[in-house]
């Protein structure tokens, strides 16, 4: 996964003395590819993915950095939904459930089909974050 522009922006300003972030993220899905600059986010709509709602990820989902990565100590389980047709082309790691800046993302590849009734799942250790 990794990091965007405004992510690597955060890690000279703490070094400069800045203030840190805020340990509370939480885990977007994109129908479209977004870009280091983190643009060209496309959040799933609940019209397509019924019951979509961001996942908060709170202290102790991810592990204690090392080596410049820290990957995921939990299972990610997003809303089985309700409807389906929407393709998630990324997730992403996000300051807020909406709005917000995205810090970081995976691009899926294969892209996954959303399914009336499959639930979207992150195992545990596959969600990394990584310094690139």
């Known amino acids: 996964m990794p990091i965007t522009y ?10 400069q003395g800045g203030s840190a972030i805020s340990n509370i993220m939480y885990l977007r899905l994109s129908t479209t590819t977004p870009t280091a600059a983190g643009t060209n986010w496309t959040e799933v ?15 102790g989902s991810m ?4 080596n410049g990565s820290s990957a995921s100590s ?21 300051t807020s459930a909406a709005g ?6 995976a691009v899926l590849s294969p892209t996954v089909l959303i399914v009336t009734g499959n639930t979207v799942r992150i195992p545990v250790g596959t969600l990394i974050t990584q310094a690139t």
Do not use: M, R
């Not at 939990?74 to 996000?94: K, M, R």
């Open 63 to 66: 592990n204690l950095p090392s």
């Open 6 to 15: 405004a992510f690597a922006n955060i890690g000279i300003t703490v070094l």
């Open 74 to 94: 939990a299972e990610v389980l997003f809303p089985t939904p309700t409807v389906g047709g929407a393709v998630i082309a990324a997730v992403g790691l996000w």
């Open 100 to 105: 917000g800046t995205l810090y970081a993302y």
């Open 45 to 59: 709509t609940v019209g397509a993915y019924g019951g979509y709602v961001a996942q908060l990820l709170s202290d």
